[in-house]
């Protein structure tokens, strides 16, 4: 006699348990700490408050911990606690030009006003297994300047004095909201830069790549990418002057893109922007990719790859969302299931029907028989 | 404040937008609200104050036809709502209106586009009467059959809901108020005066 | 719980919704946008109807939960717990108790009384979406009332295999202006949302929009004079309970091919078991 499967919150309360001693792991080794996590993972951390729209380095790290490192999970985690907060005050815009650099290059110009600062990057290791780091060997202390770097001027600032770059204009619009409000297509610049800013990496790198091989392409030049820390600061009445809340680090990236132009308008430099939360170079980059393939129908160009096609990018580019959907298939279906069964059976009863009442058609040679 | 909060904002607010679910799910069907009291020279009812608690909040705008602010509503509101007061009919969210207030020259209220017909004002009406059983055919959506409905001298109004039909999915909601007692009437109901019959004796209303 | 507000949302979260859902009732079968915000659980797994339930439940209400009919599958037990954590409400598998239910796939068995308002968890709302995948174009179809294209489609079934070939999310028209999609029921019970006495509640949280079906409501499935809408059949009745009138799961018994048909909707079965014995 069959019996219905019952006991669904046992399973559910035992599968919690599992998890929780899968992630702690052999319990003769040290637990890890939410403060190494922020303070040796801080890569992985700036990934999670990116996609996750909260800058809270501790949190994000409590949640990589409690994902067991899945960042895609830790993101989840954030975004969800992130939506139950209250929103005390809006900050004024924050001036990226008044960063405190700790890396900040071009590609474009062999030196700049500020210089090159290589600041603390990847980019030149030679992608050696460390063996030491096996042994927990000592890290040396960095060299350090004598005094940390003045603010110094964006480079497209200073194509923008010749007008050979096309001008960023401020028209003061209170920017659309994406978490407060469904974006409806088509979307303004504004609203694409925060889908974006809030997208997740691989899938940015992705669509960003297939424009440099030729969906889409659009001949970037890395103008300036930027990182360091920004002043947040929000208007308070009866102070004159907006009040410092503290630093946040950011990382920006402005890509100098092939020029527009027309009978009327000269030929100009166009712009691809990314800005992400923390160290976030290959998002920003990505992101300013992307930003700019996205203004290929603003800009008169033909739309032909998919980096190019603004609901196509931004509906799939939300790791949340799409994780959220894709595992959605691990629900129970059997209704929808059972629902198809009974069709295919009846389309295949009707299909052998028909051909048991055309004798016509030669058994042997089932090559020759008529198409359905 | 003489003008009073629920006592339990959580649950009364849910409690009241209930009613005005149900009410406008089953338009033409009558909800008694249970809402705290309005002074006494206010233009409105509890029934409408109650609502008002329940679904204004700093993302709404409203628009208050003159006469109806009367006993303070303006600072009460923006003191237990924080809602907007807006003089643009078409900028409203919701609009607070008597059926008077809707003749020559109607206030342009936005009735949303084709594409977003919910971007539209939903009408927030002062009725001097309202009962089940009278004067105007409610059919449509939520309705078994046909509803009548008793909203006392209500012409302007009751014209502007019936050309709804033709401007579908277009239009104007509408949450009827009288005193304590309230109805709604959707875009989607079809309206029509049938033969007109002598109006229920309770359905007259105090204004509290 | 500690540190939120009953059944989870903010207030000021509660209320937009709560206006989308007036103007989605004036509406019937109109998608709202609305400002869907992130649930502690995926996308996908009934956000949005969690949503609208935590919108609009209040102390008084008795809670159902159930996913393909069932109120023991593992997402089902898992909502209903996050509601009774989160809201403290009772919560029943008996349809007739329940004031608010909140289903995945199935709408029960048992008709539906007047003051019951059913919230269904709908993936894809846009039931234009598989033939056309850009939101901009859907919308224009819906405000020009443009549909031949879905009618295009369902035939091209027809000359392919013979039959309508969906079998669920089986379209609808609702008070004969909006195609509407009914969320992935299986189109046995599509006949259930013409003139319920229940009001029915549509939410999709990752695609945010909300739709609605008033009772009294007429909902028709969209078919062809000479392909009218019909709803699946089974040879035998539910092997526990007998009922010939309710969906059926099939349920394989053995490696041998084995196997049984049983009703989806657990709790008229037992209530029909109990009958019986």
Same mark, same amino acid.
């Given at each position: 006699?069959?019996?219905?499967?019952?006991?669904?919150?046992?399973?559910?309360?035992?599968?919690?348990?599992?998890?929780?001693?899968?992630?702690?792991?052999?319990?003769?080794?040290?637990?890890?700490?939410?403060?190494?996590?922020?303070?040796?993972?801080?890569?992985?951390?700036?990934?999670?408050?990116?996609?996750?729209?909260?800058?809270?380095?501790?949190?994000?790290?409590?949640?990589?911990?409690?994902?067991?490192?899945?960042?895609?999970?830790?993101?989840?985690?954030?975004?969800?606690?992130? %939506? %139950?907060?209250?929103?005390?005050?809006?900050?004024?815009?924050?001036?990226?030009?008044?960063?405190?650099?700790?890396?900040?290059?071009?590609? %474009?110009?062999?030196?700049?006003?500020?210089?090159?600062?290589?600041?603390?990057?990847?980019?030149?290791?030679?992608?050696?297994?460390?063996?030491?780091?096996?042994?927990?060997?000592?890290?040396?202390?960095?060299?350090?300047?004598?005094?940390?770097?003045?603010?110094?001027?964006?480079?497209?600032?200073?194509?923008?004095?010749?007008?050979?770059?096309?001008?960023?204009?401020?028209?003061?619009?209170?920017?659309?909201?994406?978490?407060?409000?469904?974006?409806?297509?088509?979307?303004?610049?504004?609203?694409?830069?925060?889908?974006?800013?809030?997208?997740?990496?691989?899938?940015?790198?992705?669509?960003?790549?297939?424009?440099?091989?030729?969906?889409?392409?659009?001949?970037?030049?890395?103008?300036?990418?930027?990182?360091?820390?920004?002043?947040?600061?929000?208007?308070?009445?009866?102070?004159?002057?907006?009040?410092?809340?503290?630093?946040?680090?950011?990382?920006?990236?402005?890509?100098?893109?092939?020029?527009?132009?027309?009978?009327?308008?000269?030929?100009?430099?166009?712009?691809?922007?990314?800005?992400?939360?923390?160290?976030?170079?290959?998002?920003?980059?990505?992101?300013?990719?992307?930003?700019?393939?996205?203004?290929?129908?603003?800009?008169?160009?033909?739309?032909?790859?998919?980096?190019?096609?603004?609901?196509?990018?931004?509906?799939?580019?939300?790791?949340?969302?799409?994780?959220?959907?894709?595992?959605?298939?691990?629900?129970?279906?059997?209704?929808?299931?059972?629902?198809?069964?009974?069709?295919?059976?009846?389309?295949?009863?009707?299909?052998?029907?028909?051909?048991?009442?055309?004798?016509?058609?030669?058994?042997?040679?089932?090559?020759?028989?008529?198409?359905? | 404040?003489?003008?009073?909060?629920?006592?339990?904002?959580?649950?009364?607010? @849910?409690? @009241?937008?209930?009613?005005?679910?149900?009410?406008?799910?089953?338009?033409?069907?009558?909800?008694?609200?249970?809402?705290?009291?309005?002074?006494?020279?206010?233009?409105?009812?509890?029934?409408?104050?109650?609502?008002?608690?329940?679904?204004?909040?700093?993302? /709404?705008?409203?628009w208050i036809a003159p006469g109806l602010?009367?006993?303070?509503?303006?600072?009460?509101?923006?003191?237990? /709502?924080?809602?907007?007061?807006?003089?643009?009919p078409?900028?409203a969210?919701f609009a607070l209106v008597t059926p008077a207030s809707l003749?020559?020259?109607a206030p342009?209220f $936005?009735?949303?586009?084709?594409?977003?017909?919910?971007?539209?004002t939903?009408l927030l009406v002062v009725l001097?009467?309202?009962?089940?059983?009278?004067?105007? +055919?409610? $059919?449509?959506?939520?309705?078994?059959?046909?509803?009548?409905?008793?909203?006392?001298?209500a012409?302007p109004l009751?014209?502007r809901? $019936?050309?709804? +039909?033709? +401007?579908?999915?277009?239009?104007l909601?509408a949450?009827? /108020?009288?005193?304590?007692?309230?109805?709604?009437?959707?875009?989607?109901?079809?309206?029509?005066? @049938?033969?007109?019959?002598?109006?229920?004796?309770?359905?007259?209303?105090?204004?509290? | 719980?500690?540190?939120?507000?009953?059944?989870?949302? *903010?207030?000021?979260?509660?209320?937009?919704?709560?206006?989308?859902?007036?103007?989605?009732?004036?509406?019937?079968?109109?998608?709202?946008?609305?400002?869907?915000? !992130?649930? =502690?659980?995926?996308?996908?797994?009934?956000?949005?109807?969690?949503?609208?339930?935590? &919108?609009?439940?209040?102390? !008084?209400?008795?809670?159902?939960?159930?996913?393909?009919?069932?109120?023991?599958?593992?997402?089902?037990? &898992?909502?209903?717990?996050?509601?009774?954590?989160?809201?403290?409400? !009772?919560?029943?598998?008996?349809?007739?108790?329940?004031?608010?239910?909140?289903?995945?796939?199935?709408?029960?068995?048992? =008709?539906?009384?007047?003051?019951?308002?059913?919230?269904?968890?709908?993936?894809?709302?846009?039931?234009?979406?598989?033939?056309?995948?850009?939101?901009?174009?859907?919308?224009?179809?819906?405000?020009?009332?443009?549909?031949?294209?879905?009618?295009?489609?369902?035939?091209?079934?027809?000359?392919?295999?013979?039959?309508?070939?969906?079998?669920?999310?089986?379209?609808?028209?609702?008070?004969?202006?909006?195609?509407?999609?009914?969320?992935?029921?299986?189109?046995? *019970?599509?006949?259930?949302?013409?003139? &319920?006495?229940?009001?029915?509640?549509?939410?999709?949280?990752?695609?945010?929009?909300?739709?609605?079906? =008033?009772?009294?409501?007429?909902?028709?499935?969209?078919?062809?004079?000479?392909?009218?809408?019909?709803?699946?059949?089974?040879?035998?009745?539910?092997?526990?309970?007998?009922?010939?009138?309710?969906?059926?799961?099939?349920?394989?018994?053995?490696?041998?091919?084995?196997?049984?048909?049983?009703?989806?909707?657990?709790?008229?079965?037992?209530?029909?078991?109990? !009958?019986?014995?």
């Open positions: 006699m069959y019996v219905a499967v019952k006991g669904g919150e046992q399973a559910i309360a035992n599968a919690h348990r599992w998890l929780a001693d899968r992630r702690r792991g052999e319990r003769d080794r040290p637990e890890l700490s939410v403060d190494q996590i922020a303070g040796q993972l801080n890569l992985a951390v700036d990934r999670v408050m990116a996609e996750a729209s909260l800058y809270d380095p501790e949190l994000a790290a409590l949640a990589l911990k409690q994902a067991s490192g899945d960042l895609v999970e830790a993101v989840f985690l954030l975004r969800a606690y992130r %939506t %139950t907060l209250p929103r005390l005050a809006e900050t004024v815009p924050v001036d990226t030009d008044a960063m405190r650099v700790e890396r900040r290059i071009s590609a %474009t110009y062999k030196d700049i006003p500020g210089g090159q600062v290589l600041g603390p990057t990847y980019d030149y290791t030679h992608r050696l297994l460390d063996f030491m780091q096996l042994a927990e060997g000592e890290t040396p202390e960095p060299a350090r300047a004598e005094q940390a770097l003045e603010a110094c001027p964006q480079i497209l600032e200073l194509l923008d004095d010749e007008g050979l770059v096309e001008r960023e204009v401020d028209d003061g619009a209170a920017p659309y909201d994406i978490t407060r409000d469904p974006p409806d297509f088509p979307v303004d610049r504004a609203t694409r830069l925060q889908m974006l800013a809030r997208g997740d990496e691989g899938y940015l790198l992705a669509l960003g790549y297939s424009t440099q091989r030729g969906y889409g392409r659009n001949h970037p030049f890395a103008g300036e990418i930027r990182i360091g820390a920004v002043e947040v600061e929000i208007v308070v009445e009866e102070r004159e002057a907006p009040v410092c809340l503290g630093e946040i680090t950011l990382s920006e990236c402005q890509m100098i893109n092939q020029f527009g132009g027309s009978r009327e308008a000269a030929p100009q430099f166009t712009r691809g922007y990314g800005l992400a939360f923390g160290r976030n170079e290959r998002k920003g980059m990505a992101m300013a990719l992307v930003d700019r393939a996205l203004r290929a129908e603003e800009l008169g160009e033909p739309v032909q790859g998919p980096a190019q096609q603004a609901e196509f990018v931004l509906a799939h580019a939300d790791s949340v969302e799409a994780s959220g959907f894709v595992s959605h298939l691990k629900l129970p279906h059997y209704v929808d299931f059972q629902s198809e069964l009974e069709l295919l059976r009846r389309l295949r009863r009707d299909h052998v029907a028909r051909h048991e009442s055309a004798p016509s058609a030669p058994a042997e040679t089932p090559a020759e028989e008529p198409q359905a | 404040m003489r003008w009073k909060a629920f006592p339990d904002p959580v649950h009364d607010g @849910q409690r @009241q937008f209930r009613r005005v679910l149900a009410a406008m799910a089953e338009p033409g069907t009558l909800q008694v609200a249970e809402a705290p009291a309005v002074p006494d020279d206010a233009a409105i009812g509890a029934a409408l104050w109650g609502t008002l608690l329940a679904l204004c909040d700093l993302e /709404t705008r409203l602010e009367a006993g303070g509503l303006i600072d009460a509101l923006g003191f237990h /709502t924080g809602c907007r007061v807006t003089a643009a078409e900028e969210d003749s020559a020259p342009a $936005a009735e949303g586009s084709d594409a977003y017909p919910d971007r539209s939903t001097d009467a309202l009962a089940e059983e009278g004067p105007w +055919r409610l $059919a449509g959506p939520g309705i078994p059959g046909t509803r009548t409905l008793e909203v006392g001298a012409a009751m014209r809901l $019936a050309a709804n +039909r033709a +401007r579908f999915p277009r239009g909601d949450i009827l /108020t009288c005193g304590e007692r309230l109805a709604a009437i959707p875009r989607s109901t079809r309206l029509e005066a @049938q033969a007109l019959g002598q109006p229920q004796e309770d359905s007259a209303c105090m204004s509290q | 719980m500690n540190g939120y507000n009953f059944a989870y949302l *903010d207030e000021q979260t509660k209320r937009m919704i709560r206006r989308g859902l007036l103007k989605a009732v004036a509406i019937p079968g109109y998608q709202v946008p609305f400002g869907g915000r !992130e649930m =502690p659980m995926p996308y996908g797994w009934g956000t949005g109807g969690m949503q609208l339930t935590a &919108s609009i439940l209040g102390e !008084e209400d008795v809670l159902k939960v159930i996913d393909q009919g069932a109120d023991d599958t593992t997402n089902a037990v &898992s909502i209903r717990a996050f509601f009774e954590r989160v809201a403290g409400v !009772e919560t029943t598998t008996a349809t007739a108790d329940a004031n608010v239910i909140q289903t995945r796939h199935r709408i029960p068995e048992t =008709p539906l009384a007047a003051g019951q308002i059913l919230v269904f968890q709908v993936p894809i709302p846009e039931p234009l979406r598989f033939i056309e995948p850009s939101e901009e174009e859907t919308r224009m179809m819906h405000a020009l009332e443009e549909y031949g294209v879905m009618h295009v489609k369902l035939y091209e079934d027809i000359a392919r295999h013979g039959h309508i070939a969906t079998t669920y999310a089986y379209p609808v028209k609702v008070d004969g202006r909006y195609v509407t999609d009914p969320s992935p029921i299986p189109k046995f *019970d599509n006949p259930k949302l013409h003139m &319920s006495e229940a009001l029915m509640l549509f939410g999709a949280g990752r695609e945010k929009r909300l739709y609605a079906i =008033p009772p009294h409501t007429r909902v028709e499935s969209l078919d062809f004079e000479d392909h009218p809408f019909e709803i699946q059949e089974w040879d035998a009745p539910c092997a526990l309970c007998g009922a010939r009138d309710s969906f059926l799961d099939e349920v394989i018994t053995d490696d041998r091919g084995g196997r049984m048909f049983v009703c989806s909707d657990t709790d008229y079965c037992q209530n029909r078991q109990e !009958e019986v014995a």
